[in-house]
Nanobody, 128 residues
Framework: QVQLVESGGGLVQPGGSLRLSCAAS????????IGWFRQAPGKEREGVSC????????YYADSVKGRFTMSRDNAKNTVYLQMDSLKPEDTAVYYC?????????????????????WGQGTQVTVSS
């Protein structure tokens, strides 16, 4: 059974940091590019970042570039999203997802349609 489980969300003050984890079970995560997405209340889902499976290269949306860092630990079958200098506008439910295997020879993007399996999400709230 393919499963992705996000964790690490919570309440943090502006300027603070959180590290989200995306743990996979039932499959080997290093075969897939992984994306992080977020959705705030009343807003459309937004692609945040992705990491490629072959060379570990990453992509970031402009809204998080320079503040968020994505990494993967294949030994732990887990992908991380380090979020620094958090802003109130980062408040959202954050989801990780596996990119379709058929696209594995192409550099990842954060187009949601490219992603097949999704986790249940973890809430991040940035507020004073």
């Amino acid at each position: 059974q393919v499963q992705l489980v996000e964790s690490g969300g919570g309440l943090v003050q502006p300027g603070g940091s959180l590290r989200l984890s995306c743990a996979a079970s039932g499959f080997t995560l290093d075969y897939y590019a992984i994306g992080w997405f977020r959705q705030a209340p009343g807003k459309e889902r937004e692609g945040v970042s992705c990491i490629n499976n072959n060379d570990g290269s990453t992509y970031y949306a402009d809204s998080v570039k320079g503040r968020f860092t994505m990494s993967r630990d294949n030994a732990k079958n887990t992908v991380y999203l380090q979020m620094d200098s958090l802003k109130p506008e980062d408040t959202a439910v954050y989801y990780c997802a596996t990119r379709q295997v058929s696209l594995r020879h192409y550099g990842c993007t954060v187009a949601a349609w490219e992603y097949a399996d999704w986790g249940q999400g973890t809430q991040v709230t940035v507020s004073s």
